[in-house]
């Protein structure tokens, strides 16, 4: 909730007031939710269709979302609430690519135990993105994926790139 408190008073105050209560279906909420959602989920406007219609989709049948995550997408009550992975992660045995945005629902605070357990890996931040660098940034994204794949031309592109922890893919500690 750490971004949610960074928004207008009004918005956190809506969101907030969702959360306490449980009712996440009031407009107020559902409106605070899409200030957030445009800051940290997709910066676009308006969202490119097939964000609005992944958006759309869960609106229709949240079934499995909320079994999972919970009715809310600012605080984890579902199944996977108590879930974390990266302890496992050292067993990833291939090279890796870690993707996160500079204003991303998923901050580097969740990424870096990913990063520091998983043996070959690189982790880059789009600098203009939130979670959707792959339509925020489609061109840099793609460079990335690209040099990460091995493509030379997508490497020679990527020339100024920050690449956050690089030395990691060659196993080092």
Request: aromatic share 10%.
């Amino acid at each position: 909730m750490a971004l949610v408190k960074k928004l207008p008073k009004d918005v956190c105050e809506a969101i907030e007031e969702g959360e306490r209560t449980g009712d996440y279906e009031s407009e107020e909420y559902k409106s605070a939710c899409l200030v957030f959602y445009h800051k940290h989920l997709c910066r676009l406007d308006p969202f490119p269709p097939e964000v609005a219609a992944a958006l759309g989709h869960l609106e229709e049948d949240p079934t499995v979302y909320t079994t999972m995550y919970g009715p809310s997408e600012l605080k984890s009550t579902g199944n996977l609430k108590d879930w974390e992975g990266w302890s496992e992660a050292h067993k990833i045995n291939v090279p890796t690519l870690l993707i996160n945005g500079r204003y991303d629902e998923v901050q580097d605070i969740a990424v870096a135990p990913w990063f520091k357990h998983i043996p070959k890996v690189k982790w880059i931040q789009l600098e203009k993105s939130s979670h959707m660098g792959h339509f925020e940034e489609r061109p840099r994204y793609m460079q990335f994926v690209g040099a990460f794949l091995g493509s030379h031309k997508a490497e020679a592109e990527v020339d100024h790139a920050i690449w956050l922890g690089e030395e990691r893919l060659d196993g080092a500690a």
